[in-house]
């Protein structure tokens, strides 16, 4: 069982900052892939930034230049910093970790989720 636990979410003025961690209670160098998603209110959860096959980052358009996701594999941590962020930036940011199980599976596993608000 994969555990993932996020924080840094919060209430940042726009054109500020924030960056969420998200802390895995197993080795990240074993996943799949990681990465962050996020739901705003009525919409569908959608891809901000993952890792995927150990190095290939893949970004929304939404976020390109202003979000970088990197990854501290000795804390087992995977970070999005968010730069310039915008009134459509505001939701749920969930960590997601996709591990390899038998015959060719992928396993999913999700945090519990960080809010984020941009609002001045």
């Known amino acids: 069982q994969v555990q993932l636990v996020e924080s840094g979410g919060g209430l940042v003025q726009p054109g500020g900052s924030l960056r969420l961690s998200c802390a895995a209670s197993?080795?990240?160098?074993?996943?799949?892939?990681m990465g962050w998603y996020r739901q705003a209110p009525g919409k569908q959860r959608e891809l901000v930034a993952t890792?995927?096959?150990?190095?290939?980052?893949n970004y929304a358009d939404s976020v390109k230049g202003r979000f970088t996701i990197y990854r501290d594999n000795t804390k087992n941590t995977v970070y999005l910093q968010m730069n310039t962020l915008k009134t459509e930036d505001p939701a749920v940011y969930s960590c997601?970790?996709?591990?390899?199980?038998?015959?060719?599976?992928?396993?999913?596993?999700w945090g519990q989720g960080t809010k984020v608000t941009v609002s001045s």
């Open positions: 197993v080795s990240i160098v074993s996943m799949y892939s």
């Open positions: 890792f995927t096959s150990g190095s290939t980052t």
């Open positions: 997601n970790a996709k591990r390899a199980g038998p015959w060719g599976t992928l396993n999913d596993y």
